[in-house]
Structures are given as C-alpha cells and as structure tokens.
C-alpha cells in the first residue's frame, strides 16, 4: 500500500566517493576520450603574465595520514588581481583549477601564476590568495578554505582580520621555498586544523 507524502524529504547525503574522479577527472581515473586533457588542469597558458608558481600540499586526516582519493579545485585572480570575465582580465588566465592528489603519495600540484592583490567592494584589497575547495571520502560536503603567500603582506587583508582565533591564521598560510614553490597542506582535524570558510 503507498503513503501519501504532504511532503518531499530530502534525500540523505552521501560522502564522496570514486565516482568524483569518474566524472570529474576521468582521464586521471584512466577513462580516455571524454575530454582531451582533464577539465581544470591548466590554469594559467603559456602566455599568462606575472610569475609562474607551484602550489602543493597534501590534505591531511585527524592522524596526520594523507587523504589519496581527494579532489581539489582552486580559483584565483591573475597576477593584476582580476578574474577570469572581468574586463581587463589576462585572457590566458582561467581563474580555475582541478587537481586530484596523488593516489600513491596524496600530493596535489597547482601550477599557476601568482595572483595579485584583489579589490574588495568597500574599496580595499585581499592580498594575494587562492580559494581552495576540497572533496574526498567521508567528507560529506566539499571544504573551502583558502591559501596566501608568506612572502606577501598579509596584515591588512579584511577577511583574515575577521578570523576571531587570530592564532589560527598561520593555518591559511602557504610556505615558500623562494624558488616558486609554496608547501600548504590542508589538515581536516588535530591541533593543525584548517580554518574552513561556509560560504
């Protein structure tokens, strides 16, 4: 016999699985001829302006043990701090990324420009950033945080100025080597943990 339903209920989530390198990266996942190249994979072409940088990292579980099946995405103004349809924008710049981790290692790798500084509607400027989104097994909805450069003067952005636990701030910073290389691994839990933004 079928109820009547005065009502839709929501359908219960569901962590993500192997089907997000499926349908999100195939040719990661060994599925060829969907796309050319896997969707996000370049961010900043050849003739891009400003300073090519690598973004790496792991994201890390409450044990400090590498996430292997995660999938990240990365937006970012080009190296005058505008986004990819805004007008003056670095036509060779998309402002976004996709990148799996490493299913051996859990390393992801962004290779990039560095972005600048960007305007804020109240007239200020963010210092240069990159958002980050993250999905992987376990995590029911996907994570953004974001990454800014230790070599960069980050005092004066707005948004890490509203962060109540300042002592936490070292968290959203990305390590650089000096040679274009910045280390920022992404810690779900622990005494490491990220901040997360609910956006």
């Not at 390393?107 to 240069?128: R, S």
């Amino acid at each position: 016999m079928l109820q009547k339903l005065d009502r839709l209920k929501e359908s219960p989530s569901q962590t993500a699985g192997p089907y997000v390198h499926i349908g999100l990266t195939p040719n990661f996942s060994g599925i060829g001829g969907v796309f050319p190249s896997d969707l996000g994979q370049q961010i900043a072409g050849p003739g891009a302006l400003g300073t090519r940088i690598t973004i790496t990292g792991r994201v890390l579980d409450g044990t400090g043990t590498p996430l292997r099946d995660a999938l990240l995405e990365l937006w970012q103004a080009d190296s005058a701090g505008r986004y990819a349809g805004q007008e003056g924008a670095d036509p060779e710049v998309s402002s976004w990324g996709r990148c799996a981790t490493d299913m051996e290692t859990g390393v992801y790798t962004f290779e990039t420009v560095k972005p600048g500084p960007v305007p804020t509607h109240m007239g200020g400027l963010m210092a240069p950033h990159v958002s980050l989104w993250i999905v992987a097994r376990g995590i029911n909805l996907g994570l953004s945080t974001r990454a800014y450069f230790d070599d960069e003067d980050n005092s004066a952005d707005p948004v890490l100025a509203r962060i109540e636990h300042q002592v936490r701030v070292p968290t959203l910073i990305a390590k650089g080597d000096g040679a274009g290389t910045y280390t920022f691994d992404i810690h779900l839990q622990g005494p490491n943990e990220s901040i997360f933004f609910d956006l």
